[in-house]
């Protein structure tokens, strides 16, 4: 009796192994008893994984706020999520005021900059500088590579440090009762 509970056993378990009724949707999966890599390409997260392959793009507009204080708005083609400082400085004095962003929607708003008395008038340089690669986040990093290699462009330089690439923009503008002007 115990002989025909083990074949019984046996058969029972050797049913569950096929079903010749529909197709195997794990075909592909298995080869041997094996499982086989997956060797399709995964679409979720592709975008924010494809290298960067564009230069790199600034536009910035700057206006006086009604207390007299610099506001500076940067539209840029780098990634969502892209660490970027942001420094106005005034030229005669060397006193500066510094904002750290984010770019979120291909946009950075930084400011109110100057004391609250506002501004006074004359020349200031204006910066827009994208700290290493090293210090963003994964995903930026994922796009710019690891060393900033994807990074290109008028704005591109080489870091003082040897961390590769990073973004530095500059602009002169004198501020004036009229508002802000850039200078050649």
Known sequence: MKRWQSVVLSVVLLAGCGNDDQPN???DE???GVAQPNTEVQDAGADEAKAFVQPVEFDISLRIDEAGRLVIEVSTNLPEGTR???MAERSASGVSWRDSQEV???AVSAG???PGSGLLEGEYRVR???PPVSVQPAAVRARLGDKGQHLTGEWVAES???LGQIVEAVWQVRIEPSGVEFLP
Request: no cysteine; charged share 20%.
């Open 30 to 32: 298995r080869l041997g």
């Open 112 to 114: 109110p900059f100057g």
């Open 160 to 162: 003082e440090h040897g």
């Open 128 to 130: 827009v500088m994208m």
């Open 104 to 106: 979120v929607e291909g």
């Open 25 to 27: 949707s794990n075909a």
């Open 84 to 86: 970027l400082r942001v």
